[in-house]
């Protein structure tokens, strides 16, 4: 079992910047692809991110390119999401996911082992 937690939330004004962790623990942490996902209440959860296990192949969701950058230190067990020019259209509760075996694809399905989430709520 992996357990994953999310920290770094919290409010900000529109343009602002926040960086959110995810930090893994109880399996290997090294070997498996990473991502983030989003959800506001009423929406379904979406992706924002994902980053495989050496770092060499990363995706992001159109609406977060050239603003977010995802990163994984394998040593401290730490996946990142460095959150700049922040829109309010961001605000969401975002969770990390470590990708199932063999899955290729972006969505909820294709994840396992969910964090708690954390609230990140831009102002306008």
């Known amino acids: 079992q992996l357990q994953l937690v999310e920290s770094g939330g919290g409010l900000v004004q529109a343009g602002g910047s926040l960086r959110l962790s995810c930090a893994a623990s109880?399996?290997?942490?090294?070997?498996?692809?990473m991502g983030w996902f989003r959800q506001v209440p009423g929406k379904e959860r979406e992706f924002v991110a994902d980053?495989?296990?050496?770092?060499?192949?990363?995706y992001y969701a159109d609406s977060v390119k050239g603003r977010f950058t995802i990163s994984r230190d394998n040593a401290k067990n730490t996946m990142y999401l460095q959150m700049n020019s922040l829109k309010p259209e961001d605000t969401a509760v975002y969770y990390c996911?470590?990708?199932?075996?063999?899955?290729?694809?972006?969505?909820?399905?294709?994840?396992?082992?969910w964090g708690q989430g954390t609230q990140v709520t831009v102002s306008s």
């Open positions: 996911a470590v990708k199932r075996l063999g899955r290729t694809g972006s969505v909820v399905a294709d994840y396992e082992y």
């Open positions: 980053i495989s296990w050496s770092g060499g192949s990363i």
């Open positions: 109880g399996r290997t942490f090294r070997t498996y692809t």
